[in-house]
């Protein structure tokens, strides 16, 4: 597909990486020549200098033969005003980043009203996947599918577990809460294993499971841990807004740290329920005097890396808190994954999935049949949500009998509301959801999952 992104921040231009390497044309416009400089030397893209809001330049980037138009630039205003010109001009699909807190309330007023194709606010789905690891202590990420109705957890064996030297085909008979394992991280290896592989301390597993079973099921693991009945949060940003809110929503204390007096008096009227502390939170006596030692969860949110990881850092070797560390740009993943910054989130990363998921859809010949999509394992895995949209050579036989590609698997189906741990006798039905996890990148289509070169 053609594709224009107006914008080349972080967001732009990692959402431009990866439609690029999926084999997609990409334009980008940015009005700071720096900025169009630094992209052209990474991206073997074409780059355009000039106003994504003005027509003659989105002429210049071909707007009339452009499939996808999507704006991401730091500027709500800019981007809705350039998805409605984009449209008009070349009556593509369009996509806004939109992520003033003044706008959420109105959100589905102005995508209709505006005609666009899809709105995201990194920071309000940033602030839900933090919630949700909140609400389950021992996870380190966690991606939903099936309106929530299944979960991927993410965790680390310890030593003392059940699951230590325990082959997965015996697992059910160790304990009866079953989930199944899909992908597994042993000493930079990435594996998605079948019945005969061997789990061991050190692990860092990722099983799919329904909410309800989570508690239980590390309770008989021997992965115990407490509820998180309070949080301190350092950063009082859009994303702490949002954080605060849903936390208080869970009934969850909320402590902010943030330095601007005039913005902790914004967030004093924002989210009453959270305790505002102004003040620096790079400064040890203040973070003791407020109580680290004793928070549940301490999550690092200020506006920069550096920053975040030495304060995740304190509170790991301060307390016994979950810690989780919101990185923008530092991406040495080799030397992240062995310092102890507890779950890291990249809003750059969810908002390219959310792109990504869509931009799917629309390559799908039988329509918007990718509903979910998480990349994993540093973009390793992928981890994708279908649903059966209608009769097909999938459906009614046995996938034990189906030819499925390498290095796939399917975890889960929901049917009914009901979810099914798939066996090689289940079979897939008209309206299943159907969750797969797979080191192959790029799939659009539930018929990708089949090796047609094998036969059928």
Excluded: W
């Excluded at 505002?276 to 939170?281: N, R």
């Excluded at 799908?364 to 540093?378: F, H, K, P």
């Excluded at 979810?419 to 090689?424: A, K, L, S």
């Amino acid at each position: 597909m053609n594709i224009i992104i107006a914008g080349c921040g972080k967001v732009g231009f990692t959402v431009a990486e990866q439609l690029r390497d999926e084999g997609h044309e990409i334009t980008m416009i940015d009005i700071a020549p720096e900025h169009v400089e630094s992209t052209m030397s990474q991206l073997d893209i074409q780059v355009i200098v000039g106003n994504s809001v003005s027509q003659r330049t989105l002429e210049e980037a071909d707007i009339e033969n452009t499939d996808l138009f999507i704006a991401v630039t730091n500027q709500d205003e800019v981007n809705l005003l350039s998805c409605l010109i984009a449209k008009k001009a070349g009556k593509c699909h369009t996509i806004a980043r939109v992520r003033n807190p003044e706008y959420n309330q109105e959100i589905s007023f102005i995508k209709e009203g505006l005609g666009l194709s899809m709105v995201i606010n990194p920071e309000l789905a940033t602030a839900g996947e933090i919630a949700r690891l909140i609400q389950v202590p021992y996870a380190m990420e966690i991606d939903s599918f099936a309106k929530n109705k299944v979960n991927m957890i993410k965790f680390v064996i310890p030593e003392n577990s059940v699951l230590n030297h325990c082959k997965i085909s015996d697992f059910g008979q160790r304990i009866d809460n079953e989930p199944l394992f899909c992908i597994v991280e042993r000493k930079k290896q990435v594996i998605i294993p079948d019945g005969s592989f061997v789990l061991e301390a050190g692990d860092s597993v990722s099983a799919v499971m329904p909410l309800t079973k989570i508690p239980i099921f590390f309770s008989e693991c021997g992965l115990h841990t407490k509820p998180i009945h309070n949080v301190m949060i350092a950063g009082g940003g859009t994303l702490s807004y949002y954080l605060a809110g849903m936390l208080a929503k869970m009934k969850v204390a909320v402590k902010i740290i943030e330095k601007d007096r005039s913005r902790c008096e914004q967030l004093s009227e924002l989210v009453p329920q959270a305790m505002i502390i102004c003040g620096d939170a790079t400064d040890r006596m203040l973070l003791l005097e407020e109580g680290i030692k004793n928070a549940d969860a301490f999550v690092s949110l200020t506006g920069i890396d550096e920053e975040n990881i030495l304060l995740s850092l304190y509170a790991n070797k301060a307390s016994h808190s979950k810690i989780i560390t919101k990185l923008n740009r530092i991406s040495f993943d080799e030397v992240i994954e062995d310092i102890p910054l507890g779950s890291i989130v990249y809003p750059k990363y969810i908002t390219a999935e959310y792109i990504l998921r869509y931009v799917r859809a629309m390559e799908n010949s039988m329509g918007s049949n990718v509903e979910s999509l998480y990349r994993m394992v540093n973009n390793q895995v992928e981890a994708l949500e279908f649903i059966v949209r209608e009769q097909s050579h999938l459906t009614d036989i046995p996938l034990q009998n189906l030819n499925l590609i390498d290095h796939l698997l399917i975890c889960c189906i929901v049917r009914d509301g009901k979810v099914i741990t798939p066996t090689g006798k289940d079979v897939l039905k008209v309206n299943d959801t159907v969750i797969i996890v797979t080191t192959h990148l790029g799939l659009n289509d539930l018929e990708d999952i089949i090796n047609y070169k094998r036969g059928n």
